[in-house]
């Protein structure tokens, strides 16, 4: 896995947008959609509550969850208490990179690339 502002590569595949690795490590793009509401109040698109409801279904041991290239993907009280339920890991995305690059147990993944 590579990333840098405004792409990360996963399994030899270049993906332009931010994106989820699931459970099963099939990769899906995170749709922010449901975030867009708050982007005036945070400045950006900030990851939600509702954007981690795949996580009831997968239950993965643990989440990661890459904060973009300088940390600056902002989160949701709600979205902070939902993963509150899980072994949650928040850093900045070349750093989850490299921690995915080890990581034994199955995991969950939400990768911002930019900002």
Request: net charge positive; glycine share 4%; charged share 30%.
């Amino acid at each position: 896995m590579r990333t840098k502002y405004g792409w990360v590569e996963i399994d030899q595949i270049r993906y332009d947008y931010d994106v989820i690795i699931h459970l099963d490590r099939s990769v899906s793009r995170r749709h922010k959609k449901r975030s867009k509401r708050f982007k005036r109040m945070f400045g950006h698109t900030p990851l939600t509550g509702e954007e981690l409801e795949f996580l009831k279904k997968e239950m993965p041991p643990v989440v990661y969850i890459g904060t973009g290239q300088f940390d600056e993907l902002p989160l949701t009280v709600e979205a902070l208490l939902n993963l509150s339920s899980y072994t949650a890991v928040l850093r900045p995305t070349p750093e989850i990179i490299r921690m995915l690059e080890i990581e034994q147990r199955p995991f969950a993944a939400i990768l911002h690339v930019c900002c």
